[in-house]
């Protein structure tokens, strides 16, 4: 067995011992998805137990099962042992800041992942510092926090972090994460330093025109990055389309979307 997709079940913590039973004996398995089951606390720290006798998983995706910082504390323990671990899924869940401190303690000790989505898991600018402090350390390439708290104060963490690493990002999700001038103007200056950030997230946060001439800069001079979604932020419609403006001479890269697929693109500014 190499896929096993069981997501929306409602398993839920009672059946996550049993189902934990059942794939430490699928040592080809690459691909587990749980997400939508209710496992909570409990059934992620018996899966944890469980996942380091599957020495083939690459993906596995457990968001949207009520996971808190226990739960994170569990799997993180397990990431340390799941060597070929490529793309973990833990968006939805209620990680918040301490859980992400448990996580990124674990980063620099998977020389394999790569994609980690944290989406809507109550991060603030504590559990962005912890991020930061390590990306420059491990393999993350492809960091979604959308719907988070992270604000300004976060987002400057990570841009900092930007500037350490040897690496470019595949993609950096910052979406609906309450982000202004101040966050947007910090990334903007580490992309166009660095260079090294290809897809770029920051729709509906409250960037506004202030941000403006930062922003394009990255547009006219970054070749490395290929998309970057300004959504739903506060721009007039004269700088909407001052930013829309094409560049020449861009080098066309890969990015990475949705964990999944690498799909060639050019620019595309998403405003």
């Given amino acids: 067995l190499a896929y096993l997709n069981m997501a929306g079940n409602t398993i839920a913590h009672e059946g996550a011992s049993h189902l934990g039973e059942a794939v430490s004996r699928c040592s080809a398995l690459t691909r587990l998805e749980l997400g939508r089951n209710d496992l909570l606390?409990?059934?992620a720290g018996q899966l944890a137990?469980?996942?380091?006798?599957?020495?083939?998983?690459?993906?596995?995706?457990l968001?949207?099962?009520?996971?808190?910082?226990?739960?994170?504390?569990?799997?993180?323990?397990?990431?340390?042992?799941?060597?070929q671990l490529s793309a973990l899924c833990l968006g939805k869940n209620s990680i918040s800041d301490h859980g992400c401190s448990f996580l990124s303690m674990a980063l620099p000790r998977c020389p394999a992942l790569t994609?980690?989505?944290?989406?809507?898991?109550?991060?603030?600018?504590?559990?962005?510092?912890?991020?930061a402090?390590?990306?420059?350390?491990?393999a993350v390439s492809a960091l979604n926090l959308a719907e988070n708290s992270v604000k300004d104060e976060g987002a400057s963490q990570l841009a900092s972090a930007l500037g350490k690493r040897q690496r470019p990002m595949q993609s950096l999700k910052?979406?609906?994460?309450?982000?202004?001038?101040?966050?947007?103007?910090?990334?903007?200056?580490?992309?166009?330093?660095?260079?090294?950030?290809i897809e770029l997230g920051l729709a509906m946060n409250q960037i506004d025109n202030s941000a403006a001439d930062a922003l394009g800069k990255v547009v006219r001079e970054c070749r490395i990055i290929e998309r970057l979604d300004l959504r739903g932020n506060c721009f007039e419609e004269a700088v909407r389309e001052q930013l829309k403006?094409?560049?020449?001479?861009?080098?066309?890269?890969?990015?990475?979307?949705?964990?999944?697929?690498?799909v060639g693109a050019e620019l595309d500014v998403m405003l």
């Fill in 245 to 262: 403006n094409p560049r020449a001479g861009m080098t066309p890269l890969s990015i990475i979307a949705d964990f999944d697929h690498l």
């Fill in 174 to 197: 910052l979406c609906a994460n309450a982000v202004g001038p101040a966050g947007a103007i910090a990334i903007s200056a580490a992309v166009l330093e660095f260079g090294n950030v």
């Fill in 115 to 131: 994609c980690l989505g944290l989406q809507s898991n109550a991060i603030g600018p504590r559990g962005c510092a912890k991020l």
């Fill in 49 to 61: 137990a469980a996942l380091p006798n599957c020495p083939a998983l690459q993906y596995l995706d």
């Fill in 63 to 83: 968001s949207e099962n009520g996971i808190g910082v226990e739960g994170a504390a569990n799997i993180a323990g397990m990431l340390t042992k799941c060597r």
């Fill in 41 to 43: 606390n409990e059934g």
């Fill in 133 to 138: 402090s390590v990306l420059p350390i491990c």
